[in-house]
């Protein structure tokens, strides 16, 4: 898509520090870091978002995600990560090119667990909501 960051950024035409990059991805360091080493990696081609993502490349997203985190946890010496996709603007996909956030976690960061994003108990009871998901 032309006016998509992302997509300038897989074909070159845009910047970025580059952690690792194969084929068909490329993870960068994020221009906007809520941590030290906070990177995010991309398809080079457009995807919307995680659902659009091609199956095919599947393999190959696991294995730069696994070689980002690696090289960020030695450069950094970072054990620990949030992993994560804001999938979509309710969630806060700020950006419809898919990208998966790599974030290194450290002693006393102030951040919390995946649960500490939304707060929204459900009223219905879960054999509830489950037999709406499995119909
Ligand atoms: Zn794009």
């Keep these: 898509m032309p006016d998509c960051i992302f997509c300038k950024i897989g074909k070159k035409e ?15 360091l994020d221009v906007q870091p809520r ?3 906070h990177s995010l990696v991309i398809p080079k ?3 919307d978002n995680f659902v659009s993502l091609d199956l095919n490349l599947a393999q190959e997203f696991v294995k ?4 980002t985190i690696k090289k960020i946890g030695r450069g950094l010496n970072a054990n620990d ?8 603007e309710l ?7 898919f990208h998966f956030h790599v ?9 919390g667990s995946i649960h500490s994003v939304v707060f929204n108990e459900p009223v219905e009871s879960v054999e ?6 499995i119909k």
């Design 64 to 67: 730069i995600c696994q070689e």
């Design 91 to 97: 969630a806060g996909q700020a950006i419809h090119h």
């Design 81 to 88: 990560f949030t992993l994560g996709v804001n999938e979509g």
């Design 14 to 28: 845009v910047k970025v520090l580059i952690v690792v990059e194969s084929e068909n991805f490329i993870s960068f």
């Design 45 to 47: 081609r457009h995807f």
């Design 35 to 37: 941590s030290p080493g």
């Design 128 to 133: 509830e909501i489950y037999s709406k998901i």
């Design 103 to 111: 974030i290194p976690r450290f002693k006393h960061d102030r951040g």
